[in-house]
């Protein structure tokens, strides 16, 4: 194109240029500098951390000072995502070695298995050379659940079981009494009796949003508890057998009937706010539910709840376990500098600084043992301490249902298809909550997914 | 969710004062109960359209707990707590990074679109039709279905986490509807104006230029305007492309999202600064943007 010059006294094109300008200059300001990457004192690139955006990790982030004034020369930047989308973006990251991540949060659900790909780092040499680490602090389920080959590939930021919350004050208005083991059935009749429509408490709360990791992980301990399973021993699929289809429906048939109002979009969340509002006398979630209903400022019946374990059928135990951990994806450029920060934030000493800094209530828990003897801890977490203790304890991953399973994990099944696998299945079964489809023919379709999943691995093992 | 705030009703009487407007006149004239009604309608219109926007804002000055009652609370004591933590978050790089991706995108697509929008009113060829087909099919594949090869291309040539990869990205993204917006509008200015100036004598680029920018300004205005809302607001490139140095606004706001505890007054409070911008710039332009959209409109 010929350049010709402007006309002069436009009063439309003049302040364009000028304005983008500054507005340009603004944006390389704030970003600093073309997104190029704060170059930090010692001239090393920042360690990049991508952790899940659940609170004891944002209280991390604003302790972050403390570990850049121990470790001169290592400056943190977080990527913080909700739950989903960290899943999703850590998981392509390390898979395709985007390496974009020096530390990553998983879970013990994704350790094992990436462990075996060659996706993560050796933990366990840094471990044994790291002096007063103290590993075996860590709960040994939790351990376990973390380790491949007997070898630690990430190490626990806090575990949490399941158990159920009930709302003291309510059992006693109506003189119902808790027992120390509740049977599901035991639950349902309470469930029955303090269903109060009118004063809008639900009589328990449970999840049915779709989602492996909704309605999927309650239900998975029910139908452990019921004798079922996913897949029996030879990989067949488990979910048209009498004992899943009678887990399911005494599941689907409670929360249809005294569960929460819109059962079928309910997750964690959601739970969380009927609950912690007084809109439900009784809820069997995760275990790191204490840190918003015990707290005043987010919930109205903080000191009201008592605690009993993951209600049994068959099994002497139902609770499910589930840990948020830290690794160091196989790709990181330096192993040694993300260690230091892996080692920080899942010691000892960063546990009382929580302790000191913000409260012991706010404590990430169900890590390490010394947590739960620290008489600071106790005196703040009297009421779920030990019960949440006893569930970690007590949640084996390798022999969660009735009969022998050829694979591991409480409230998933730890292999790769599982979230897809899990997902669909989900959708039936919240199909079947919000009362669109019956229970025999979520599980029909259902057994079809999980029979393609089941061949796959007989072939294998043929 | 920003987009609901322009369209306010201030804009629309700005607009139509602009112009000496005798249309409307006669229509008022014509029957009190059925202006009455219309206003009314028009108020409740906006007011459905505005409220979700309203009540994120009253939202973001509430304690968490008070964001969560049933029934909802209109009345509570307000606080800047949130907006306090939003800020602690360190709020600024993403800002910048956003306005970055925003402003360099757009000048782009308005570099590249103008000129060949131009083209295709002012010199249509046989192939014009195909020519838009082509450029608006651009946008008819899923974007989910070709982030796995741009996610592992990017990797390749290090571009991961890199603001230029959003700005490429969304210049691609906003050009074909820029194209076709500005097309619709060259086509309002009328023939005679562009032939008085050939006959004098100008070129083409000149005619551009001197001729045609200058009537298109509301047009490209509103353009642009578009543009910038759809780059501001763009989260799937931006959330799976970008990690902790090119990261945008929509990005930082899901970190205020948790699956273990109470968010919504957090969120809001985040989802009200980071709408704030665009709001601003619709607000400077909202002459030209009623002007440019009514432009459009009558083709």
Redesign the interface.
């Known amino acids: 194109m010929r350049a010709v010059p402007p006309a002069t006294g436009d009063p439309v094109r003049r302040p364009l240029p000028a304005a983008l300008a500054v507005a340009t200059a603004g944006a390389l300001t704030l970003s600093g500098c073309a997104g190029a990457g704060a170059i930090n004192a010692g001239g090393e690139d920042p360690l990049v951390v991508a952790i899940v955006a659940n609170p004891q990790m944002q209280d991390a982030i604003a302790l972050q000072s403390h570990f850049e004034a121990e470790h001169p020369g290592i400056e943190v930047n977080f990527v913080t995502l909700p739950e989903n989308e960290a899943r999703a973006k850590i998981t392509t990251s390390v898979a395709t070695e985007g390496g974009e991540f020096d530390v990553v949060m998983i879970s013990n659900y994704e350790t094992a298995q990436w462990a075996e790909n060659g996706w993560l780092t050796n933990l366990q040499p840094h471990i044994d050379a790291t002096e007063g680490y103290d590993a075996d602090d860590f709960i040994p389920t939790v351990r376990e659940s973390l380790s491949y080959e007997g070898d630690m590939y990430s190490v626990p930021f806090y575990g949490e079981s399941s158990f159920l919350a009930y709302r003291e004050d309510l059992f006693r208005e109506a003189g119902l009494e808790m027992p120390e083991n509740p049977t599901w059935h035991q639950i349902a009749e309470f469930a029955a009796e303090l269903d109060d429509d009118e004063a809008g408490v639900a009589g328990i709360c449970l999840r049915g949003l779709p989602g492996w990791g909704e309605v999927m992980s309650p239900l998975t301990t029910v139908v452990n508890t019921f004798g079922g399973s996913w897949f029996d021993a030879e990989w067949n699929s488990g979910l048209t057998s009498p004992e899943y289809r009678e887990a399911v429906n005494f599941y689907v048939d409670l929360v249809r009937e005294h569960g929460q109002p819109g059962a079928a979009n309910s997750g964690y969340g959601d739970c969380l706010t009927h609950y912690s509002q007084g809109r439900a006398a009784m809820w069997y979630d995760a275990t790191a539910m204490v840190s918003t209903i015990e707290d005043p400022a987010s919930s109205t019946v903080a000191g009201l709840s008592g605690y009993a374990p993951a209600p049994v059928v068959q099994t002497d135990r139902s609770g499910w376990l589930y840990v948020w951990s830290l690794a160091i994806p196989a790709t990181t450029e330096d192993p040694e500098r993300a260690w230091e920060f892996v080692e920080w934030v899942t010691d000892r000493d960063y546990i009382e600084t929580v302790g000191e800094e913000f409260g012991w209530e706010r404590v990430p828990p169900g890590s390490r043992i010394s947590t739960f003897e620290n008489p600071r801890y106790q005196e703040v977490a009297q009421a779920y301490a030990q019960p949440m203790r006893e569930a970690i304890e007590t949640a084996d991953s390798d022999n969660a249902t009735l009969h022998p399973v050829p694979y591991e994990g409480i409230g998933f099944v730890a292999i790769p298809e599982f979230q897809d696998l899990g997902t669909r299945v989900s959708q039936q079964i919240s199909a079947a909550i919000a009362g669109r489809i019956d229970v025999d023919e979520a599980l029909e379709q259902s057994d079809d997914y999980a029979r393609s999943v089941g061949e796959t691995y007989q072939r294998e093992e043929q | 969710m920003t987009a609901t705030h322009l369209p306010s009703p201030k804009a629309a009487r700005a607009g139509s004062g602009a112009p000496p407007a005798p249309a409307p006149r006669p229509r008022r004239r014509r029957g009190g109960a059925g202006g009455l009604a219309l206003t009314l309608l028009t108020w409740a219109v906006t007011l459905v359209f505005v409220a979700p926007a309203l009540w994120m804002v009253l939202t973001s000055f509430k ?3 008070d964001a ?3 029934p909802p609370r209109i009345f509570f004591e307000p606080t800047l707590d949130r907006f306090r933590e939003v800020f ?2 360190d709020f ?2 993403y ?3 956003s ?2 991706a925003t ?2 995108s757009t ?1 782009l697509v308005l570099v590249l679109g103008v ?1 060949a929008a131009y083209a295709l009113s002012v010199a249509p060829v046989r192939k014009t039709k195909d020519v838009l087909f082509f450029f608006i099919s651009t946008k008819m594949l899923p974007v989910v279905a070709v982030i796995v090869p741009l ?2 291309i990017a ?1 390749r040539i290090k571009m ?5 990869t959003l700005v490429i990205l969304y210049t691609a993204m906003n050009l074909p509807i820029a194209v076709w917006m500005l097309r619709s509008f060259f086509l309002e200015v009328p023939r005679g104006i562009v032939e008085a100036a050939r006959m004098e004598g100008a ?1 083409l ?2 005619v551009l ?2 001729v045609m ?2 009537v298109m ?1 509301p047009g490209i205005a509103a353009t642009a305007l578009i543009c910038m809302i759809f780059s501001w607001n763009e989260f799937f490139f931006a ?2 492309l970008t ?5 945008t606004v929509p ?1 930082f706001m ?9 968010y919504w007054a957090q969120l809001s409070a985040a989802a009200t600064m980071v709408s704030l911008p665009i709001v601003i710039v619709g607000w400077i332009a909202q002459r030209q943007l009623v002007r440019g959209l009514s432009m459009g409109a009558v083709k």
């Open positions: 304690q968490e707990a969560y009652t049933d602690a978050a600024a790089p800002l910048g990074n306005l970055m402003l360099f000048t000129p996610y592992v990797g991961l986490d890199n603001i230029w070129s680029p000149r230029w001197s920018l200058p300004a959330v799976n990690a902790s140095q090119a990261a990005v899901t970190g205020f999202i948790t699956s273990e505890g109470l």
